[in-house]
């Protein structure tokens, strides 16, 4: 579609994990009419990783040298060694045992794990089952992860919810009082400028 190539250049993004539209239920089905039927290896249980998927490191890995949110792509399974290899950019890391729990799919991720990644396409899923992260500044940034197409797809109702509530989560630190009070206690007392 659009000349997009669905496993490098298209990034679905959704706000929460869970539900019908939420991250885990999206990979499995995106799974199934991406890389459909090959053979894979379980991870924690789950969802297989196939030779062809689209995956995401979960947390830093100093000594493979792969970071929370690197996106890369399944290119071997070996089941009888409990191996898998993965490539991230031009780099081939082999994956065993505990490991593999690391990396999870990453046909379509949530708004806020694709903080500060760009993608040529994204899809944005916004429903009313996202209620509670349906914010302006959320959809901002889902937008602003796509460099030459954006497509929003779900719910008018839920679109404009998110348009219309930019109440961000108030923090209540008592900063600017503590500023106000600090600026009272540096100012010169009279007589007391330097010469």
Avoid: W
Wanted: with cysteine; charged share 30%.
């Amino acid at each position: 579609m659009f000349g997009f190539d669905p496993l490098r250049e298209i990034q679905v993004l959704t706000p929460m994990h869970r539900g019908e539209a939420g991250t885990e239920s999206l990979n499995r089905g995106l799974q199934e009419v991406l890389n459909p039927g090959r053979t894979g290896m379980e991870r924690r249980g789950r969802t297989e990783l196939r030779v062809g998927d689209k995956v995401m490191q979960s947390r830093n890995d100093y000594d493979r040298d792969v970071f929370n949110g690197d996106v890369g792509e399944v290119v071997a399974v070996d089941v009888a060694s409990g191996k898998l290899e993965a490539r991230f950019d031009d780099r081939r890391i082999i994956y065993e045992g505990e490991a593999i729990g690391d990396l999870e799919l990453a046909y379509a991720m949530s708004i806020h794990k694709s903080q500060g990644s760009e993608y040529p396409a994204v899809v944005i899923t916004l429903l009313p089952q996202h209620f509670v992260l349906l914010r302006r500044n959320l959809l901002y940034t889902a937008i602003t992860r796509g460099k030459r197409l954006v497509v929003l797809v779900g719910s008018e109702r839920a679109i404009r919810r998110a348009v219309e509530t930019c109440d961000t989560d108030r923090r209540y630190t008592r900063l600017a009082d503590r500023l106000r009070e600090s600026l009272k206690r540096c100012t010169l007392r009279p007589g007391s400028a330097s010469r």
